[in-house]
Every structure is written in C-alpha cells, then in structure tokens.
C-alpha cells in the first residue's frame, strides 16, 4: 500500500498538564492527537501507580502525534514550552502513515 | 478527661475508623487489596452530594442569617491566614526549603472534606447538634489558602511559572469537589425537607455503611503513600504533621466561640482548620508550583494528619468545644 | 392551566432535575467536576435493571393481554414511522444533507429509556398511574427507527457500506441495554412480587437518588456534547431539536388514546415518541453510516431535546394526556 | 424428595439465579452487555466486606469456641487434601498432561467466595439457620490448596519456576480478597451489634440486590469464557466439572457431621468443598506454573461448575445436610 | 541479545470497529494483537475525551500489531477495507523483537 | 530542537507480572518507564479482553522504557529473564528524545 513519511511523537506528561499541551500543540498547528491513560510509572521523581491516586493531582497521559516530518521542530518547541518545567519524556520515532492527506 | 478518653476509645473502635485501619495495614504489609479508581471517584461523589445537599437542606430549616455569612468570612479568612502560621512552623521545625514549605504550607490551609465528613459522623453518633450548614464554610475554605502558599513561594524564591494566572485560578474556583459540594448545597436548599424526603434512602440510610467502605480505600491511599515517602518523611516535617491540627483546630475554637456557633458547630470548625487537603492544592500545585516536593505535601496530609485527626483529632476538637461552648 | 404551570414548576425544583442542571451548568463552566466512565455505565445498569424488573412484576399483576400485545405493535410501528415525519421536518426546517437528516431522523424514531425512568418517576410523583409493563413498549421501539433511518439515508444518496448486514442487526437487536431491560423484564415476570419483596431495598429505596447522580452525569455529558458541537448546532436544527418532540408526542398520545391506555399510560407512550436516543443509534449509525454527522444528532438528542423533554416535554405530555384521557 | 425437588425450583426462580442465567445467555448470544471491570470490582468489594462483618458479629453472639477452632483446621485440611482427590480424578477421566491437572486440582481445592455467598443468601430464604463465622472458614481454605497443587506439578515433571517463593507466598496470603474478608470479620468482631445497626441499611438492605447485579456479571463473565475455551472443554474434563463437587462436598458434609455443625453450618461446608476458585489460585499458577493450562482451568471452574452449584448443587448439598444431621 | 526485524502497526480507530478490525487482522493472518485503550484525541472530526461519552459510539482504541516485515501489506491492505470509509489513523514503524518464533 | 538517539523498548506481559518486570528493569539500571493499561488482545495462547476478567490472573500491561543505546541489552536481558517463561511481547525501536540528560 501506499505509504507517506511521518513522526510520531510520543510524549508522557502529568495529567493536570494535558489540556495546556493539546491546546498548545493545536496552536502549533498539529491537526490530530490522541490521548492514552497511564496507569503507573516511575522516574527521577518517584514511582507511582494509578491506584494510589486521589484527586488528578499525581496521574498522567500518554499523548500520541501523527505528523509531517517538516512540522516536527515547530511541535517540539510548542511542547517543550510546557513540559520543560514539569515531569515527562517526549521521545519522536519515524514512521510511515496511510491516508497522508490527512495529516 | 474520662469522658474524653472514652469518647476516644468510642472513636477508635467504630466500623469507619477500623475500615481506615485495615486499609492502611494492607497496603503497608503490601497486600494487592485495591479500590478501583473509578469506584473510590464514585464513593467520593456520592459522599460529596450527601453531605453538600443535606447541609442546604439544614438551611432551609435554620434560615439564611448573618450568622452564616459572618461564618463564611471567617473560614475565608482563615483558610488565607493558616499558610502563614504553618509557614513559620515549617521552617522553624524542619529544613524545608521556602519553596517546598510553601507548597505542604497551602495544603495545610485549605481543608479535607473527608475529615469534615467523617466528623460529622462522629458528632451524630455522640448526640453533638452542629450547624447543617457548616459544610459551605467548608467549601469556602477550600481555596484561599492556595493564594497564599503561592505568594510565600514567590517571595521565597519561586521563579516563572508560579503566577495565579486566569486559567489555573478558574480550575482552582470550580474544580469538581467544590461544584458538586456547592451545587447539592443549592439543590437542599432549594427542594428543601421534602427534596430530602424524596431521595432519603439514598443519601441517608446508607450514608455511613458508604463511608466505611470509602475510608477502606483511604487507609490504601495513605498506606501507599506513606512507603512510598518513606525515605522523605523527615522527623520535622512529620512532627508538624501533628503539631499544625491541633494549633489549626484552636484558631478555628477561637473563631468558632467568636461567632458563637453551637457547640457542634465550633468543633467542625475546628476539624477544617486542622485538616489538610489532598486534592484541590496539590492539583494546583503541580501547575503552578511544579518544582515544589507536592508528594511530601500530600504524604503528610494523607498519611500523617488524616489518620491523626480521624483517630485522635475529631474527639480531642468536639471535647475542647464543648469544654469551651460549655455545651 | 395554572394545575399544568404548578406542575411544570414542581417538577423543576425536583432534585433530579436540579442536578442535570447543575451537570450541565458545570459543564459549560468548564468545571473538571466528571463521573467516572464505568460509574456512569454502572448507574445506568441498575436504573435499567430495576426498571425493567419492576415492569415485569407490574405485568404479573396486570397479566399478559391484548393490550400489552397492542401496544408493543404500535411502539414498534410508531419508531418505524417517526423517523420518516422527522426526515422531512428535517429537510423543511434545516439545511442538513439528506444522509445527516437520516441519520438526525433515526435518533428521533428511537427513544431515550433516562427520559422514560424520569418520566416515571415524574408520574409517580403527581400520583397519576401507568401501566407498569410500558418499559416493555420502550424496549419494542429501540430498533425499528435505525431501518427507517438507513432506509433513508440510502434512498438519500448514502453510498456503499451503509447496508444493514446480518452482523450489525444483530449487533443493534442485542445491544446490552435492551437485552438487560428485556431481560430484567423477564425476571421480574418470573418472580413476581415475591422476587420484588426479596430485592426490594435495592431497586426501590435508592432509585430516585440514583437517578439524580445520574442525570447529573447527563447534565455534564450534555454540556460538553454543547460545547463541542457549539459550532455545528444551527438555528434550523435546534428548533427542530424542541419542536420534535412535541409532534412525537402527539402522535404518541394518539396512539396510547385509540389503545385504551390510562392516563400515565398514554403519557408514557408520549414521551417515548418524544425522547431521542443517544445510545443505541449512535453505535449503529457509526457502523453503517460513518459519513454522517453522529455528533450533531448525539448533540441535538443529549443537549436540546432531552433537556427540553425533562423539564418542558414530561409535565407537558402529562397534562396532554390528563385531557385526552379525562383522567 | 418432593421437597428437595421444590426447593431446587424454588432456587432456580430467584432473582440472583436468573441474573446469572441472563448474563449467561447474553454472552453466549454476543450481546455487547457488559458490567465495567471496576463495576465488577466494587460490586465484590462490597460483598466481601458485608458477608466478612456478618461473620464477625456473629462470631460476637456465638463466642470464640473450640468448635471454630476445629473448623477451621479442618477447612484448612479439606482444601490441602482435596487436590489430591481432584488430580486422581482428573488424571483417571480426562487426557490433561500432570501439570495442567495438578492446576485445575489447585482450583477445586480452593474456594468461590460467591459461591459461598450465593448459599447463605439460599440457606436464608430456605430459614435454615447457619454458624455466622462460617465465613471465616471460607478464608481459610483459599490458599492450602495452591501448595498441594504446585507439589503435584512439581511431582508430575514441571520444571523451573514453579517454586512457591516467599514473594508468591506473601501474595497469595495476603491477596485482596483474603484481607478484606478477614479484615471486615475482625471488624464485626470488634465492633460487634452496635457497629452492624449503625452500618446495617448498607450491608444487610441491599445485600440480595447487590448479589443479582453480581451474578449478572458473573453469568457474562461465565459465557465469554465457554466461549473462549469450547475448544479446550473436553467430555471428560466437562464431567470432571459437574463430579467432583458433589465428591467434594461429601467430604464437606462428613467434616462437618464430625465437628457437629448445624444443618447450615454443614451444607455451607459441603459448598465450600465443592466449589472452585477463580480469583486466588489463577493469579498464584500464571507466575507459578506458566506453563499451565489455566484458561481452561478458569472456564471449568467459572462456566461448569459455578452454575451446577449454583442451580443444583447448593439445593442438594443443603438436603443432604438436612437427611444427615436430622435438622 | 538476538533479535529480529519486524514491523509495528498502531491503528487508532472507533470503537465500534474493533472487533470488525481484529477480525480483519486474522483473517488476513495476522497472529497476534494488542488492544489499548483510548482516552480522548482531536482531529479533523473533531475534538473527544471518554469523560464526555454515553455508549460506546464515540470512543476510540488503539490496536498494536507486531508482525514480520513480509505480513505488512497484507495487513495494510486488511487494515485499510476496515477504517477506510471511517475516521482514524495508521501508522507502521520499524521495529526489533525478541523470540521471533512467536510472529 | 537538540535530541538525542535512544531506544524504545515497549513489553506486553501479564499484569501479575508487572512488579517483577518492573523490579528487574530497576535492577538493570533503568532509570524511568512507563505502564500503560492493555484492554484485550490476541496472541498463541488465545484471545481475552479485560471486560471478561475476574481477579488480575488474565489482564495484561504495556510497560514502556525509553533509554540510551547502550544500556539497551542489559535491559533486554532483564526483561527477557522475567518474560521468558511466560506469555508476552518485547519489541525495540530507534527513537530520539528530548533532555537526554534525564535518562
Ligand atoms: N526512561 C523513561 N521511560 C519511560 N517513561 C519514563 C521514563 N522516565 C520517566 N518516565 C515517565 O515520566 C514520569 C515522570 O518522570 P520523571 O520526570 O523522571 O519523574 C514517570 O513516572 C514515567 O511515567
Ligand atoms: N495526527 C494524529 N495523530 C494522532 N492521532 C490522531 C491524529 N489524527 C487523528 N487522530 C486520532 O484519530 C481520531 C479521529 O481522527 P479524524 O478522523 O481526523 O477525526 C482522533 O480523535 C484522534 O484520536
Ligand atoms: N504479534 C503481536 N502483536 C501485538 N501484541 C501481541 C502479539 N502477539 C501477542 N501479543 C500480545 O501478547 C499477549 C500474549 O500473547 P501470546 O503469548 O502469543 O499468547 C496477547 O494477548 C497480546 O496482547
Ligand atoms: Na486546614
Ligand atoms: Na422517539
Ligand atoms: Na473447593
């Protein structure tokens, strides 16, 4: 099948932190995203799991980006202005993609 | 002093108060006994709208008067004001930096509705009237505290982001706990004795049987986040873990006597001043304070005041209300 | 005409009605107040199991007739043929394609069984009685409407996928919510009233105030579903959204006349006619239809009619019937 | 044997039995019915916690005797010895190789706690009377089973893993399920009348009802996994299914003749050793014992042997009780 | 340690096409999956969040798929009937696996 | 932006399994990772979905490690010591994040 070039940029943040970094994403033009739950992880601050949690204060998300290579630096600089003080990775993979017109 | 030491005991041996305990032993021995996140929302919301829809109801009953407000205006104030005192505590009884004070400081100004609910319970069990409405003094406490914490933490040293800005501010205002406790609030208040007569068997009768299986799943909380604060708990910080309620819980007699609230009713002020938040802060927190320690903050409030008011706290504030009420 | 105001008022300062509109005011708030998923899914399994339950034991009582037998024809019959009177509302009143007014249409033939459990609970309040065994009706009329509807779309130029295979008709006839109605129907039909005795704590005493939670629920999703689709809800569509209803109603309280049906009866076959879904046809529209607009329609059914119906449409349909019926 | 007869259609036309028929039924069919897995959860959670502190009460009233004692060292007997019944069994009827037998002896060894709860819920209604700590044997008995099994595989050629480390064992014991039910026994324990009439409109009100919502889910949950597994169900491992609980619950009967238990007492018994677990020992053999074949395991027990229980078995071992100790 | 190429599919598509989806992939000889779930997302259809939905008609999931490099465009060419008339994403990336016998 | 080369290492595995796995992973030197809830699947050992779950015996996590190239076969070694027996995938590929200094 035919298939284009894309990244797909992964980035786990705290959940308090998504709506600021989805809208700021839009605002950098990214045209989807999706949003997965995190159930539990560990990191420099500490191990944490879902199931200890009370209130949104401590859970995060995984948000997924299908894009065009040529977007990628404007979608990392939108991102890192808001994980840059806060917990999280952001890590790109190269991709390929279906239904280019799409992105 | 024998009736409180029995009014302790009385406390302690209660279904809520062992639901609280078990949770607690299983998580630290490690057991995988869990209440699914979804379940524990869903207690949470259903204890939030019984005890904001009774309270509205209870107004009907008392009447809006300027008792009310003046009792709005005092936990406003001192939810703004108790910061400061647990500031000057921190820094004197633990090596805090400003900013990570600041942060456990907020916490301890805003409140805990789970202690205000289980104190409730509490005074029913023991015969203790108190104010229906006093559940919108709790609510009202909610928020102030955060303004505070953030201004000690900017001039402490915070720099950026730890700014109140538009956004966070209306997050904080009308975060979920606070609606819901606010609109049931309306809703008593507007179906009145016979809205409550409606949905009764809901909301009362299995009111308390709820809480229990509710505190089971915070005693799992705490358990969790004492271990995994274990290494963070200092000697300082969890002293002022039970150190700051009991000095809370005095402003809160003070100005409970002040505006001559019931007996009750000063003694439920007492519990919010001691009690220390767990969902509200440490949510703003994390936007605006993100290099603040908020898993210390939420360890000690969780781990170390809730299970120290619910066991010790609730009886020791109700036995110096009615010491000082005279009621 | 003052009893029908009185009873319009009455029925807004319900504490159900009161909390869809506290959901929903936080909603467009934009407050984080959320039930949790699986919360909701599981209020909405018990408001449909004790519903279902209680009409099979009304049943019993009433036994098995030419009525019951009568009605379920003429249910069915109606959401057959609502969706062709909405279609061409639809095409009169708005500017929506034809495979959109479709796929609106099919909403409308259906019914909303939340709007029915309030309608209920409505009636039961005022005193008037009905028929227990009418949720069997609503059962009947889930699933007619999405044939009329693809029916439609077909004939209004929809492409390709948009057959009704023998998977998707299976999918939509044992769609969970009617196999637990019908099947809760059942059981209440088996075990009649001493089965009703046996579990009666469960779905009587706490059903109104588990129907609050759960309209509070719907107030929210019926904000953001507002919110989201602000951009695509027309004044064409949103007129429809209020004035279809009562048409639906219309028919429906001819129908619940020419069958002999009693007042609550008739008022229930009215509000059937007038309630859209929101669950059933979405899923299968997104099968079948994946070109169609399901948000607008999912908008249109959550956020205009259903709170017309609750608050408007119930009383409405219920003194409509009053007069029709002389009862 | 009339009244056996009646009794065991009386059981067939409760409301929690023909719960478990619809889901059963539902699933099979495809339907798309589903309780959500933290519905599930909470729905077990509370049957775990009420059906634990009824015990503990009841413990109250009975006093701490001799007879507890030896009831429970004969539980804990019966679920090591069993295995060992079940492997001879399994290997004589069925092709299972030695470790997957070993597994499923593991699961016949050890206990349903709901099915447990399904009985008294039957005892009650029949008005046989039972010892209220029962439940306590009901924890005792869930684990020495999954040590018999993991000799048996160790014995039948399994090799590596399947050690039973101090990790695994500390899981196993202190699983949720074991603590909450202990727990909530020592809660009723302590807190004894008082506590059960302050929480009895949560635990005892809504009991049955609860049992039904439960047993709906488990009847789904029972036909995905028929579904799952049709090809692995053999004839002989079916019979297996349907035989060795009423092997097991003779063992049960004549311990519990032997400890002179009530009628109640000694049919609770019979169920405990005819019933097969499906939440404890599944998660102890897929770290212990990869290799094994636990889906069938858990399909045998959940979709064969829980509804023979449930619909034959409780009814039988609860007449056998009766010819056996007279009551 | 010794791994093998492979390739990793990540289709993110409605709900309600799940199934109609898995059993494309096996049709087409795919023999394993992975399904996760999905939280909320935005795209060209718009912006949605689990929190917001009644039923199952607007949810999404995700469907992971690892499978040798010669099985792709079968799969793709499965994959594709599925969600092409339906909203949702597609995206193939390379990849490393351990026990290559399992694919 | 300045990104690194890293590796993604994604491990499906049975949920009982997950606190071993993360404890070897820890072991190994891992500094972060993240678990994502799995909601069904389909593999040799046959096809389950969390909806027909009873007990934590069937369900299954997605553990995600982002780590530098060199730490990736110590952690495939842990990884594999702890999954070899059971049912389950691992599979690795090349990423690039951002603020390498936190791995
Ligand atoms: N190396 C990593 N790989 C995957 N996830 C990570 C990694 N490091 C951190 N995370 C995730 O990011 C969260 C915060 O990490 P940290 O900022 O290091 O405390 C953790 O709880 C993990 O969920
Ligand atoms: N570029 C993208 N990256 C990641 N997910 C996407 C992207 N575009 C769409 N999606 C997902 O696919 C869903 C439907 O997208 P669409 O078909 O564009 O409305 C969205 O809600 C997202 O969950
Ligand atoms: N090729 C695959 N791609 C993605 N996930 C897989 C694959 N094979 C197996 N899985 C996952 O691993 C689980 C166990 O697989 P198995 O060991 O083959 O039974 C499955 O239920 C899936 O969740
Ligand atoms: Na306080
Ligand atoms: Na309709
Ligand atoms: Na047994």
């Known amino acids: 099948m035919q ?16 709506r600021r970094l989805t809208e700021a994403l839009t605002a950098a033009g990214v045209t989807g995203y999706t949003v997965l739950p995190v159930q539990g992880g560990s990191g420099r601050s500490g191990e944490w799991s879902r199931e200890g949690q009370v209130g949104r204060a401590g859970g995060m998300v995984a948000v997924i980006c299908l894009i065009r290579p040529e977007r990628l630096d404007g979608l990392l600089e939108a991102a890192f202005r808001v994980v840059e003080r806060h917990i999280g990775v952001v890590s790109v993979t190269d991709c390929a993609i279906l239904r280019a017109e799409r992105f | 002093m024998t009736g409180l030491l029995e009014l302790a005991a009385q406390n302690l041996i209660s279904p809520a108060i062992l639901c609280f305990v078990l949770g607690l032993a299983a998580a630290l021995a490690r057991s995988d006994l869990s209440v699914p996140e979804a379940a524990a929302k869903a207690l949470a919301l259903y204890l939030l709208f019984a005890i904001g829809f009774k309270g509205g109801v209870a107004l009907v009953e008392a009447g809006v008067g300027v008792q009310l407000g003046a009792a709005l205006l005092a936990g406003a104030a001192l939810s703004f004001a108790l910061p400061f005192v647990a500031f000057a505590m921190l820094r004197a009884m633990s090596s805090l930096s400003p900013v990570d004070a600041a942060a456990v400081a907020g916490h301890y100004g805003s409140i805990s509705i ?10 029913s069990a023991m015969g203790v009237a108190f104010e229906g409405w006093m559940v919108a003094v709790a609510a009202a ?12 933490a900017l001039r402490g040293g915070a720099a950026g982001g730890e700014r109140m800005d538009a956004r966070l501010w209306r997050e904080v205002m009308l975060n979920g706990s606070i609606v819901l406790l606010v609109g049931a609030f309306a809703i008593g208040w507007i179906t009145g004795p016979a809205g409550r007569a409606e949905i009764s068997s809901f909301i009362d009768a299995p009111f308390r049987g709820v809480l229990c299986l509710f505190l089971l799943d915070m005693g799992l909380v705490a358990g969790r986040g004492l271990r995994a604060a274990r290494g963070q708990l200092t000697g300082g910080t969890v002293a002022f873990g039970v150190v700051m309620p009991p000095v809370g819980a005095a402003f ?10 019931s007996t009750g009713g000063a003694a439920l002020l007492a519990v919010l001043c001691a009690s220390a938040s767990y969902i509200a802060v440490p949510a703003a927190m994390r936007v605006a304070l993100p290099q603040a320690n908020t898993g210390l903050a939420l360890a000690l409030a969780l ?17 110096a209300a009615q010491a000082l009420t005279g009621g």
Chains 1, 5, 6 share one sequence.
């Open chain 1, 3 to 18: 298939t284009h070039v894309a990244k797909r940029v992964e980035i786990i943040i705290e959940a308090v932190m998504e």
């Open chain 2, 114 to 123: 789970v202690t205000f609910v289980a104190a409730t319970a509490s005074l």
């Open chain 2, 141 to 152: 406490m909610e928020v102030p505290a955060i303004v505070s914490a953030l201004w000690l």
């Open chain 2, 252 to 261: 809160g007699l003070a100005a409970g006597a002040a505006l001559g609230l």
């Open chain 2, 303 to 319: 781990a170390v005041t809730f299970p120290f008011n619910l066991v010790v706290g609730i009886p020791l504030y109700a036995a």
